[in-house]
């Protein structure tokens, strides 16, 4: 059964770099049609994708956050990782990893995958 | 604000049927499909229905989705207590590279 676990520091200061990393048990993250997401949700707000990696390494990302993400995945193929550059106040949030499902390539041949199976989330504040 | 509008709250009494609404644009419900999430505060949020009005194994019947236009919904029927929850619409919005937006979330509570 698919597990996804998050983890990384709670606690990051502003101007500083938030990194997260997803450990994926009960699949590979090179198994074809799937992607791995990341998102999150600040305080009293709603959800936010940050973006993902696809089976072939390439990745796709939020164009609000797209300057300041990168996502990657690790040669194990078992974890991937969420750097997030120049924190805020306004970065501070649950983090979610989770897995997501090809649907279809779209006509720029991005593959639209939707989030199926999700880790429990870890908090993150900026401060 | 979230891109998504959905009500931020609804309730019902158990057994009773209940509709979450979700309202988007031409550039998301309108022209990609629509999922829906349930989450409870503290777990990971569960997939309950996908491609508009499918449900992924193990989700009960008594979920299902609808899409009409730029706006969906969500019904719950036979409504019971562990239905309590907050609830997600999602969908893939084409404008500028593309990206997922999602509802605001509604707070279901069974009386």
């Known amino acids: 059964q698919l597990q996804l676990q998050e983890s990384g520091p709670g606690l990051v200061k502003p101007s500083q770099t938030l990194s997260l990393t997803c450990a994926v048990s009960?699949?590979?993250?090179?198994?074809?049609?799937?992607?791995w997401s990341w998102i999150r949700q600040p305080p009293g707000k709603g959800l936010e994708w940050i973006g993902y990696?696809?089976?072939?390494?390439?990745?796709y990302y939020n164009p609000s956050l797209r300057t300041r993400v990168t996502i990657s995945a690790d040669s194990s193929k078992t974890q991937f990782s969420l750097t997030l550059r120049s924190v805020t106040a306004a970065d501070t949030a649950v983090y979610y990893c989770?897995?997501?499902?090809?649907?279809?390539?779209?006509?720029?041949?991005?593959?639209?995958?939707?989030?199926?199976?999700w880790g429990k989330g870890t908090t993150v504040t900026v401060s | 604000q979230s891109v998504l509008t959905q009500p931020p709250s609804t309730s019902g009494t158990p057994g009773q049927r209940v509709t979450i609404s979700c309202s988007g644009s031409?550039?998301?419900?309108?022209?990609?499909?629509v999922f829906w999430y349930q989450h409870l505060p503290g777990t990971a949020p569960k997939l309950l229905i996908y491609?508009?009005?499918q449900r992924p194994s193990g989700v009960p019947d008594r979920f299902s989705g609808s899409k009409s236009g730029t706006s969906a919904s969500l019904a719950i029927s036979g409504l019971r207590s562990e239905d309590e929850a907050d609830y997600y619409c999602?969908?893939?919005?084409?404008?500028?590279?593309?990206?997922?937006?999602f509802g605001g979330g509604t707070k279901l509570t069974v009386l």
């Open positions: 009960g699949d590979s993250i090179d198994t074809g049609g799937y992607s």
């Open positions: 491609n508009n009005d």
């Open positions: 990696i696809y089976h072939s390494g390439v990745t």
């Open positions: 989770a897995r997501a499902v090809r649907v279809y390539y779209d006509p720029r041949g991005q593959p639209i995958c939707y989030m199926d199976v």
């Open positions: 999602a969908s893939w919005d084409d404008s500028l590279t593309g990206f997922w937006v």
């Open positions: 031409s550039s998301n419900i309108g022209s990609d499909y």
